[in-house]
């Protein structure tokens, strides 16, 4: 049993490019593993009319029908504001290719690897401070022991944490943060850095 650890502070950041970034890779693999299946099962329609022939391209065809249902459902989500995961997808496509694993083993690895990690790498960004450590929900986490931090600054929505290496971090904070309390995480931050020391 793991313990979960208390944070004095937990500032959530604004979502990278890179969040984008993923759903569109997802997209354009989801739209690629459709094609082929579309292919395969009209090939496979056409090449015999064997019963286990014709379950095949049955298959095929399920996989693109869930895939294109997923991608319509995610689209309506997104509109309404909701966060998306296309990791569902990617495994029935993983599945799909995984019918032909002569010629596409390593195409439904790729697409499996894809599902398991969308959801850790859209993780909502957050930056947590407690008397011992920042860390980052990152993946991989990085963390920083408030021995290696020059200085951090809460100001106008825009975190600011300067390391002793000469590395500037500055992340976009994703709520309003009252004037108290962001005097309040400064000073904070200002006794940390001066227990540091």
């Not at 596409?104 to 959801?119: H, Q, T």
């Not at 790498?121 to 008397?131: C, G, I, N, R």
Request: glycine share 2%; net charge negative.
């Amino acid at each position: 049993m793991s313990i979960q650890k208390t944070y004095d502070y937990v500032i959530v950041t604004k979502a990278s490019a890179g969040h984008k970034l993923i759903d569109l890779i997802s997209q354009l693999m989801l739209l690629m593993a459709a094609a082929a299946f579309i292919y395969e099962g009209t090939k496979n329609l056409s090449d015999s009319l064997l019963s286990d022939i014709v379950s095949l391209a049955c298959i095929y065809f399920l996989a693109d029908a869930i895939i294109f249902f997923w991608l319509i459902y995610l689209f309506i989500r997104k509109r309404n504001g909701y966060d998306t995961l296309y990791r569902f997808a990617l495994f029935i496509a993983a599945c799909g290719w995984y019918l032909n694993k002569q010629q596409w083993f390593y195409m439904s690895i790729s697409y499996l690897i894809a599902s398991l990690l969308e959801k850790p790498l859209k993780v909502t960004p957050e930056v947590a401070f407690d008397v011992e450590e920042i860390v980052f929900n990152t993946v991989p986490k990085r963390k920083y022991s408030w021995n290696e931090v020059a200085n951090v600054v809460l100001k106008e929505a825009i975190l600011t944490i300067d390391l002793k290496n000469n590395k500037l971090i500055q992340k976009e904070i994703d709520a309003d943060i009252s004037e108290a309390d962001e005097q309040d995480f400064n000073d904070f931050c200002k006794h940390q850095l001066k227990n540091a020391v």
